[in-house]
T-cell receptor, first 114, second 111 residues
């Protein structure tokens, strides 16, 4: 099966600029996650969708981050304006519905804010 | 929300030595997942434990879930250089399957 697709792989922007990341989950996976992974730390959940509805965005900095999953398939995550501390790898993952379903991750987008 | 402590954060071993990482929670867990992330890669699912006292094996890897379902461990027998990476435990909670990751244990294997 095709894996989770993410783009771009790398992005370098200046602080206060905006950036968007795209994710296409595995076909049939109703649940989609965006994680932020700062170097040397574990992935931190930013937002979780089930189909096209948000089920958890408690750790999303809503003053600058936004995400959507139109039609319950592809998703985009946007940062506007970016700060230096947003430098991280942004990982998208998907899974089937159900509590025992493993997460499948994409290769991530490495963001550097200068 | 639920949190998990993972120790040690770093471990260097000689090739052929054993390795163990531990995951501890203050609350009872419904289940726990383990992932491996190679340097420069993304987390890859290894296994899920659901039952109290459960033990599962994958070749040289042994996964255990504590009797009280508050802790878990991953043991690697006779490490190889291919085992290098960061091992994460992850809690699966909530009715909608929120998955929270620990800080991870970074394993270095010295040939």
């Amino acid at each position: 099966e095709a894996g989770v697709a993410q783009s771009p792989r790398y992005k370098i922007i200046e602080k206060r600029q905006s950036v968007a990341f795209w994710c296409n989950p595995i076909s049939g996976h109703a649940t989609l996650y965006w994680y932020q992974q700062i170097l040397g730390q574990g992935p931190k959940l930013l937002i979780q969708f089930q189909n096209n509805g948000v089920v958890d965005d408690s750790q999303l900095p809503k003053d600058r981050f936004s995400a959507e999953r139109l039609k319950g398939v592809d998703s985009t995550l946007k940062i506007q304006p970016a700060k230096l501390e947003d430098s991280a790898v942004y990982l998208c993952a998907s899974s089937f519905l159900g509590q025992n379903s493993p997460l499948h991750f994409g290769n991530g987008t490495r963001l550097t804010v200068t | 929300g639920q949190q998990v402590m993972q120790i040690p954060q770093y471990q260097h071993v000689q090739e052929g030595e054993d390795f163990t990482t531990y995951c501890n929670s203050s609350t009872t867990l419904s289940n726990i997942q383990w992932y491996k992330q190679r340097p420069g890669g993304h987390p890859v699912f290894l296994i899920q434990l659901v039952k109290s006292g459960e033990v599962k094996k994958q070749k040289r890897l042994t996964f255990q879930f504590g009797e009280a379902k508050k802790n878990s461990s991953l043991h690697i027998t006779a490490t190889q250089t291919t085992d290098v990476g960061t091992y994460f435990c992850a809690l699966n909670s909530g009715g909608y399957q929120k998955v929270t990751f620990g800080i991870g244990t970074k394993l270095q294997v010295i040939p």
